[in-house]
């Protein structure tokens, strides 16, 4: 049973920092490609960044470019979204998920991937 289980989301000032983690158990972690993806409050889910197996090639939503850093250890089979200077239209649910479509200017959800339930991410301005 594959399990997904997002850590490190809290409230915090505008300009502030976090460090979502994510680990993932159940399933050959640098097989898939990861990836963050958040959902404000009557919002659709959007990408945030993602990452492939390896770490070479990343994706970063505009909004989040220069401010975010995806990475992973796959020894730990964890995943990692730095987030800095952090803004409050940032503020949503973050959710870390497992096999997603990685390409060139894009990432996109699977029907067949995996995520968890999501950590909460507060930005006070």
């Known amino acids: 049973q594959v399990q997904v289980v997002e850590s490190g989301g809290g409230l915090v000032q505008a300009g502030g920092s976090l460090r979502l983690s994510c680990t993932v158990s159940g399933l050959t972690f640098d097989d898939y490609a990861m990836g963050w993806f958040r959902q404000a409050t009557g919002n659709e889910r959007e990408a945030v960044s993602c990452?492939?197996?390896?770490?070479?090639?990343?994706y970063y939503d505009d909004a989040v470019k220069g401010r975010f850093t995806i990475s992973r250890d796959n020894s730990k089979n964890t995943l990692y979204l730095q987030m800095a200077s952090l803004k409050p239209e940032d503020t949503a649910i973050y959710f870390c998920?497992?096999?997603?479509?990685?390409?060139?200017?894009?990432?996109?959800?699977?029907?067949?991937?995996?995520w968890g339930q999501g950590t909460q991410v507060t930005v006070s301005s």
């Open positions: 990452i492939n197996w390896n770490g070479e090639r990343t």
């Open positions: 998920e497992a096999n997603v479509g990685l390409g060139t200017g894009y990432c996109d959800r699977r029907a067949n991937g995996y």
